[in-house]
């Protein structure tokens, strides 16, 4: 009866142990899917803030969504400066300026009109990808939205907000560690996912995460 009780004890100890190690390994799983996927959305919306500001330079205004946004990028072309050849330390003595050393064909200074998207993110990049969530397992489009809202000075400021919920983009993954992870969020009043500006302050345009 001693062994059988202490064959039970030991197995208890087993299954205890077990059940603890799939614990922390669910937990530095969850961490470790979180970080990875984490990563490559703000690439995603870094690059996002980058084409909305160069949009908002040229127009004056955020775009309303991607269809807008991808439409600038492909289409509108910007200007792009070339520059060879600087001026020498004995040629800024001597007073000379930039304009006259290009005049008199010492350097070069010449402006291109190259498409927004090539500028700004090379010829390669896919601008249709630009709205999709990048994350595999997941088929989700990031939100957009626009807003004017006065600042303390009294101005009113244009402003945009782009993001997506953990709720979207961690929804395959550990649901109790999710719940957590927005129960923390929320109750630190702080946005319960990713997000690049808002359209409730004035940020700067500012990621979440930074």
Known sequence: MKIGLNIL????????????????????EFKWECENRDSAIQARLIDIRKAQIEYKNLYGVHAANFEELG?????????????EGML???????????????????????????????????????VDSMAIVPVESINARFTMDTATIPSSSGYTVKVFECGVKYD???????????????????????????????VKEINNNAGNWE
Do not use: H
């Open 9 to 28: 004890l030991g197995a208890a100890t087993l299954l205890l142990a077990y059940m603890c190690f799939r614990s922390i390994m669910g937990t530095e």
């Open 71 to 83: 439409k600038f990028l492909k289409e509108t072309k910007l200007p792009f400066l070339i520059k």
């Open 88 to 126: 020498t330390d004995e040629q800024l003595e001597k007073g000379m300026t930039e304009v006259e050393a290009v005049k008199r064909g010492l350097i070069r200074r010449d402006t291109l009109w190259v498409l927004a998207k090539d500028t700004l993110f090379g010829p390669n990049y896919n």
């Open 168 to 198: 979207v983009y961690l929804r395959d993954l550990n649901r109790q560690l999710l719940i957590n992870l927005k129960d923390e969020k929320i109750k630190m009043g702080k946005y319960d996912g990713l997000r690049v500006g808002s």
